[in-house]
């Protein structure tokens, strides 16, 4: 997909992102801010900052903050949860701010939605300063995510599904490439989407792809594929859905 594709697909769909990723991901975004290690005062960019997770969490000790994302849906949401941060929509690959003008790039689960993630690094590191750091997660490897278990009920409905993400050192080497110094990467397989019923499990299935692959399905196909995708969900001790949903977190300096 393009950029002016996840614009729209995120944009429609930020109601049903904020209700169920949105939370999701939000011990990967503390994650990502920790290993940033933010200092008083500094510039932080959040790059596919989405509804404005990581801002809410790199907030405090007189930082600026700066959202970059593509879709307006996304950042509406994101106004709301960090009034203080600068949004500003563009592509994270082409953002219009000078070259050295931020002290951190932050980014969480962003950067796989980029048509060319070494060409997303590169941009990164043309917005740091000397010194500056980049701090960012990926969901992967591909074992660990929801098509992992759910791709044979996709494959029976003809939904499209694919395991394209990136091990560590696929992820390290993107970095390397992109000239970035100092890079670290490490896995946390565990991580997972905790759904809470069905119906929080339906309002996920809306996120981007699903509901557009079903949006032309009658009202009881759709119901019959969300019914076998919750069968084939692990559950936890609560009795709600627990998607698996591993992360790789990179950290990396500009030097
Ligand atoms: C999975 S969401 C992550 C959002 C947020 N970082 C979070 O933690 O919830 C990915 C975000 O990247 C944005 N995005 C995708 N491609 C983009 C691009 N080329 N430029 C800017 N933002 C993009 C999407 O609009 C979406 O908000």
């Keep these: 997909m393009t950029a002016p594709e996840h614009a729209e697909a995120f944009s429609d769909t930020?109601?049903?992102?904020?209700?169920?990723?949105?939370?999701?991901?939000r011990p990967v975004a503390e994650e990502v801010v920790r290993?940033?290690?933010?200092?008083p005062s500094e510039i932080?960019?959040?790059?596919?900052?989405?509804?404005?997770?990581?801002?809410?969490?790199?907030a405090g000790e007189g930082r600026r903050l700066i959202g970059v994302?593509?879709?307006?849906?996304?950042?509406e949401l994101a106004r709301a949860k960090a009034p203080e941060a600068r949004l500003i929509e563009a592509d994270f690959a082409a953002v219009p701010l000078s070259d050295a003008s931020v002290d951190v790039v932050i980014a969480v689960h962003a950067l796989l939605f980029a048509d060319d993630p070494v060409a997303a690094l590169v941009e990164w590191r043309r917005l740091v300063a000397v010194?500056?750091?980049?701090?960012?997660?990926?969901?992967?490897?591909?074992?660990?995510?929801?098509?992992?278990?759910?791709?044979?009920?996709?494959?029976?409905?003809?939904?499209?599904?694919?395991?394209?993400?990136?091990?560590?050192e696929?992820?390290?080497?993107?970095?390397?490439?992109?000239?970035?110094?100092?890079?670290?990467?490490?896995?946390?397989?565990?991580?997972?989407?905790?759904?809470?019923?069905?119906?929080?499990f339906r309002?996920?299935?809306r996120v981007r792809?699903?509901?557009?692959?079903?949006?032309?399905?009658?009202?009881?196909?759709?119901?019959?594929?969300?019914?076998?995708?919750?069968?084939?969900?692990?559950?936890?001790?609560?009795?709600?859905y627990r998607l698996p949903f591993g992360a790789l977190f990179l950290t990396a300096r500009r030097s």
């Design 35 to 39: 290993r940033a290690a933010l200092r």
């Design 69 to 75: 994302d593509v879709a307006p849906g996304m950042l």
């Design 170 to 200: 696929t992820l390290a080497a993107w970095a390397a490439r992109a000239s970035w110094a100092d890079i670290e990467v490490d896995a946390n397989p565990t991580m997972f989407i905790p759904l809470r019923d069905g119906e929080h």
């Design 14 to 25: 930020a109601d049903a992102y904020e209700a169920t990723m949105a939370p999701a991901l």
């Design 203 to 205: 309002t996920w299935l």
């Design 131 to 168: 010194g500056g750091r980049l701090s960012i997660s990926v969901p992967g490897p591909g074992e660990v995510v929801p098509n992992a278990i759910l791709g044979p009920v996709f494959d029976r409905y003809g939904v499209p599904w694919d395991l394209d993400y990136p091990r560590r």
């Design 44 to 58: 932080i960019l959040d790059a596919g900052t989405g509804t404005g997770n990581a801002l809410v969490l790199a």
């Design 209 to 240: 792809g699903r509901g557009r692959a079903t949006a032309d399905w009658s009202a009881e196909r759709r119901d019959r594929f969300a019914t076998e995708l919750m069968e084939a969900s692990p559950r936890g001790p609560d009795g709600g």
